[in-house]
């Protein structure tokens, strides 16, 4: 676990990036007035509406809000091997073609609203949408809430495909005969 680019966003919260075994957090708040740790949500474009993308226990928050407020930013580096765990939720019914969504766990934290298409092998971390201020109309523009690169992406499909491959598999050939 470590803590990156640790800024002051007004006097009582700072915002930072939180990394956790090669998956980057963006835009984790902190209030050191009440030690409070929230992490970043999920707004809908055309609703608005909320939805939490981290999900941490307890004792996880604890470890994290001890490394804020020590200043260290970075904890001890865990060399046990990072294991993904992988929960199937459902199809999504958003007009994509055949996306999957899940969620899954990496070091103790829940990564909520993930897509994945088996065919391709296309993942999409979830994604939030705020206004630009800096462009005239105000958009709303589209802004990664958690990011992997290359080998994680790579290790998440594996896991994603060890997990559900076969099934998911089976279930893509049936469903255009079901639908039939």
Known sequence: MKVKNM???????????????????????????????????????????????????????????????????????????CILK????????????????????VRGFHIIGCRWQPATGSIQLPVTYVFNENRIPYIKVKMRVVCAYGAHINR??????EELGDGIHKYLRQRPAQAA
């Open 86 to 105: 992988i929960r199937l939720i459902t199809e999504a019914n958003d007009g994509c073609p055949q996306w999957m969504i899940f969620n899954f766990t």
């Open 7 to 81: 800024r002051q966003e007004s006097n009582e919260c700072w915002k930072f990036d939180l990394d956790v075994g090669g998956f980057t957090i963006r835009r984790c708040r902190w209030y050191p007035g009440s030690r409070q740790i929230l992490f970043p949500k999920r707004c809908a474009r055309a609703t608005g509406s909320h939805f939490p993308v981290v999900f941490a226990h307890g004792a996880q928050v604890a470890r994290l809000r001890d490394l804020v407020e020590s200043g260290q930013f970075e904890a001890p580096r865990n060399r046990q091997p």
């Open 156 to 161: 998440l499909r594996a896991a994603l495909e």
